[in-house]
């Protein structure tokens, strides 16, 4: 439904999409972007209707053959011209992340970075496509493998990493030859329509990146469409299992990355005054808002969690939270008043269920924004299995402090979670750090490092409910995930020979 007359909302205040190359206008359903700090509304974005998504697809679909045959080295010479433009612009797109998601400047910045560490990755794109190749397999025969690209692909990106996630897919997608269309989150869609600019400017031809806002009926069409062959999500666990089961009953290839419940594991003979300064970043960087985030810390022996919990108190009470603007500020508001009335439940459900809060964060405003979106910081201590403050993804600056009595008792929670995204163990102990990265149910392991994120030569998921689907983001994977092997056996008679006809399975000749 378009606005109606009476709250019209003029067309240039309001984000659109980027398709063939070119801004196209849009008021469509528009849905407000916030500044969380503020509370107030910015701008607005359209919702692309089925038809607008099908039109991106249509343009990504014809630009394919013409992107599948450019070699992949000019292919990479775009992809270092696109680096070099994004660090050009890396303060405005930062400045539009503070915007539009409230995190502090400084990890905009470092998010922004590590997507640009993806595009690092993808300009060495013809090292990665050169294929297998071994001759003589038999007399005169030879084989190879290619890794060929799939055609059009679709990602599409949760709020919190509004530059990052996004450049976890498309840059090594399009490196690999297929045409892309991207439905970013509609909370912050401005850093990825700046980088489609960029793209464009950087040379990339018409149709191969584009970019549709929009909500459930731009996904639906992007899961439906069987022009799309694969599609990488990255988000909540309820929808990433929607996506992987729709897209892939619907032939497609699907990589779904969900939630998570991220513990650390504090030993006894760890380095407490470190292991705290870790959490401290950890647990309410980007306030709390990262899927590796440190959300529950397991302190194996009483004397460890009373320890741990009294620094964390001492700690907590000089972070300082307000604007992201701010270069003083540690920790800046939730994204949205729904979430952040989500988080703020999730803390009055601990007290109820019985844990301690030692820290409570929900009376916090900060002067002169009283209508930002802004949680203190909450700790709870003996915090317990059954509880649901455990048990659930909070997705703020909430810290559960859980006891236990042993490396292994800490290790079985962590393997009986629903998720299985990162951990991370603090110790000087090597072979409890070695026996936990060996046994843990975990998909990215830290030892005495907290966010233990992959840089981008390697891949990026979870295992369990963090994950559906058998590849993981970015990195060696990622080549594998956007290419799909072709094998060829080749024999050129020579000399005259003519063959008889043979009828048995060719074997070992
Ligand atoms: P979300 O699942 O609400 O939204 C993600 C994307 O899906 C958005 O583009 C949104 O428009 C779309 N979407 C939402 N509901 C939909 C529906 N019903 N049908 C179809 N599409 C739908 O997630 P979010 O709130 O934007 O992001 C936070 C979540 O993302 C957290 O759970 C966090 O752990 C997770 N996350 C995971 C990783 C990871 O690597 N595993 C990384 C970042 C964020």
């Given at each position: 439904?378009?606005?109606?007359?009476?709250?019209?909302?003029?067309?240039?205040?309001?984000?659109?999409?980027?398709?063939?190359?070119?801004?196209?206008?849009?008021?469509?359903?528009?849905?407000?972007?916030?500044?969380?700090?503020?509370?107030?509304?910015?701008?607005?974005?359209?919702?692309?209707?089925?038809?607008?998504?099908?039109?991106?697809?249509?343009?990504?679909?014809?630009?394919?053959?013409?992107?599948?045959?450019?070699?992949?080295?000019?292919?990479?010479?775009?992809?270092?011209?696109?680096?070099?433009?994004?660090?050009?612009?890396?303060?405005?797109?930062?400045?539009?992340?503070?915007?539009?998601?409230?995190?502090?400047?400084?990890?905009?910045?470092?998010?922004?970075?590590?997507?640009?560490?993806?595009?690092?990755?993808?300009?060495?794109?013809?090292?990665?496509?050169?294929?297998?190749?071994?001759?003589?397999?038999?007399?005169?025969?030879?084989?190879?493998?290619?890794?060929?690209?799939?055609?059009?692909?679709?990602?599409?990106?949760?709020?919190?990493?509004?530059?990052?996630?996004?450049?976890?897919?498309y840059?090594?997608?399009i490196?690999?030859?297929?045409t892309f269309?991207l439905?970013?989150?509609?909370?912050?869609?401005?850093?990825?329509?700046?980088?489609a600019?960029?793209l464009?400017?950087?040379?990339l031809?018409?149709?191969v990146f584009n970019?549709?806002?929009?909500?459930?009926?731009?996904?639906?069409?992007?899961?439906?469409?069987?022009?799309?062959?694969?599609?990488?999500?990255?988000?909540?666990?309820?929808?990433?299992?929607?996506?992987?089961?729709?897209?892939?009953?619907?032939?497609?290839?699907?990589?779904?990355?969900?939630?998570?419940?991220?513990?650390?594991?504090?030993?006894?003979?760890?380095?407490?005054?470190?292991?705290?300064?870790?959490?401290?970043?950890?647990?309410?960087?980007?306030?709390?808002?990262?899927?590796?985030?440190?959300?529950?810390?397991?302190?194996?022996?009483?004397?460890?969690?009373?320890?741990?919990?009294?620094?964390?108190?001492?700690?907590?009470?000089?972070?300082?939270?307000?604007?992201?603007?701010?270069?003083?500020?540690?920790?800046?508001?939730?994204?949205?008043?729904?979430?952040?009335?989500?988080?703020?439940?999730?803390?009055?459900?601990?007290?109820?269920?019985?844990?301690?809060?030692?820290?409570?964060?929900?009376?916090?405003?900060?002067?002169?924004?009283?209508?930002?979106?802004?949680?203190?910081?909450?700790?709870?201590?003996?915090?317990?299995?059954?509880?649901?403050?455990?048990?659930?993804?909070?997705?703020?600056?909430?810290?559960?402090?859980?006891?236990?009595?042993?490396?292994?008792?800490?290790?079985?929670?962590?393997?009986?979670?629903?998720?299985?995204?990162?951990?991370?163990?603090?110790?000087?102990?090597?072979?409890?750090?070695?026996?936990?990265?060996?046994?843990?149910?975990?998909?990215?392991?830290?030892?005495?490092?907290?966010?233990?994120?992959?840089?981008?030569?390697?891949?990026?998921?979870?295992?369990?409910?963090?994950?559906?689907?058998?590849?993981?983001?970015?990195?060696?994977?990622?080549?594998?995930?956007?290419?799909?092997?072709?094998?060829?056996?080749?024999?050129?008679?020579?000399?005259?020979?003519?063959?008889?006809?043979?009828?048995?399975?060719?074997?070992?000749?």
């Open positions: 439904m378009n606005a109606t007359p009476a709250n019209k909302i003029e067309p240039a205040e309001i984000v659109g999409h980027f398709i063939n190359n070119r801004d196209v206008a849009d008021d469509n359903r528009p849905a407000p972007i916030t500044n969380p700090a503020t509370g107030k509304t910015t701008r607005h974005v359209a919702m692309a209707s089925k038809a607008t998504v099908e039109s991106a697809i249509a343009a990504a679909q014809d630009a394919f053959p013409g992107w599948r045959n450019t070699p992949p080295a000019k292919r990479a010479r775009i992809m270092f011209r696109f680096k070099q433009l994004l660090e050009e612009h890396a303060e405005e797109i930062a400045a539009a992340i503070t915007d539009e998601h409230g995190k502090v400047l400084d990890d905009a910045m470092g998010e922004f970075g590590r997507g640009v560490e993806v595009v690092d990755y993808a300009c060495g794109i013809p090292e990665m496509l050169k294929g297998e190749f071994s001759r003589n397999v038999g007399p005169g025969i030879d084989s190879w493998s290619d890794f060929q690209p799939l055609g059009v692909v679709a990602g599409i990106t949760p709020f919190n990493f509004p530059a990052m996630v996004p450049m976890w897919m840059p090594m997608a490196a690999c030859g297929n269309v439905k970013p989150s509609e909370k912050d869609p401005t850093a990825p329509m700046l980088a600019r960029l464009k400017e950087a040379g031809p018409d149709g970019v549709v806002n929009g909500d459930k009926e731009a996904v639906d069409t992007l899961l439906g469409d069987e022009r799309v062959q694969a599609i990488s999500f990255v988000g909540s666990t309820a929808v990433a299992e929607y996506i992987y089961n729709t897209g892939t009953s619907n032939g497609k290839r699907v990589q779904a990355l969900g939630g998570a419940k991220n513990h650390a594991i504090v030993m006894p003979d760890a380095d407490i005054d470190n292991a705290v300064n870790a959490l401290m970043g950890a647990a309410f960087g980007s306030c709390g808002e990262r899927c590796m985030a440190i959300s529950v810390a397991v302190c194996v022996g009483d004397e460890v969690a009373d320890s741990v919990v009294s620094k964390l108190k001492a700690q907590i009470a000089n972070l300082k939270v307000g604007t992201g603007t701010d270069s003083a500020t540690h920790m800046g508001p939730l994204i949205t008043r729904a979430h952040h009335d989500k988080v703020r439940g999730y803390v009055d459900l601990g007290v109820e269920e019985g844990a301690t809060l030692a820290v409570d964060g929900r009376d916090l405003v900060v002067d002169g924004f009283e209508d930002g979106f802004f949680l203190g910081p909450c700790l709870f201590d003996n915090v317990t299995q059954a509880m649901r403050i455990y048990q659930e993804e909070i997705f703020g600056p909430v810290l559960c402090v859980v006891r236990a009595e042993s490396e292994e008792q800490a290790m079985q929670l962590i393997n009986d979670h629903e998720y299985g995204n990162g951990t991370c163990i603090f110790t000087r102990d090597g072979e409890a750090a070695r026996y936990f990265a060996d046994n843990i149910q975990v998909g990215m392991v830290g030892i005495n490092v907290p966010l233990p994120v992959p840089v981008a030569y390697h891949s990026f998921g979870g295992w369990k409910r963090s994950l559906f689907g058998d590849l993981f983001a970015y990195g060696p994977d990622s080549v594998r995930f956007y290419t799909r092997r072709k094998t060829i056996t080749q024999r050129w008679p020579s000399g005259g020979v003519r063959e008889k006809a043979q009828f048995s399975f060719p074997g070992r000749q």
